[in-house]
Nanobody
């Protein structure tokens, strides 16, 4: 069992920054892939970024590449998402998730989910 709880969302002006954090409790294995997803109203949940727990290899969606940075702190068992140069189209509920198989790129492939945190970017 793995439990995830996101925090750090809020309201920010376009061009600003936010940092989301997701501490994990329970068992976290080195083979896991940790991901950040987002879902805007009436849109499907989409992957934003992902990182392997052991090696730290990263993936970014084209829409956030160069602006967002995913990282993990093994000692604190925490995955973070640093979001810079935010745009109004980044507005969504953001979720952290864990994939036991370590290869997931879609929401259906992830096994554990946090409750979500709202990010709102104003013009």
């Amino acid at each position: 069992q793995v439990q995830l709880v996101e925090s750090g969302g809020g309201l920010v002006q376009a061009g600003g920054s936010l940092r989301l954090s997701c501490p994990a409790s329970g068992s976290t294995f080195s083979e896991y892939r940790m991901g950040w997803f987002r879902q805007a109203p009436e849109k499907e949940r989409e992957i934003v970024a992902a990182i392997t727990w052991s090696g730290g290899s990263t993936y970014y969606a084209d829409s956030v590449k160069g602006r967002f940075t995913i990282s993990r702190d093994k000692a604190k068992k925490t995955v973070s998402l640093q979001m810079n140069s935010l745009k109004p189209e980044d507005t969504a509920v953001y979720y952290c998730a864990a994939d036991r198989q370590g290869r997931g790129s879609r929401a259906i492939e992830y096994d554990y989910w946090g409750q979500g945190t709202q990010v709102t970017v104003s013009s």
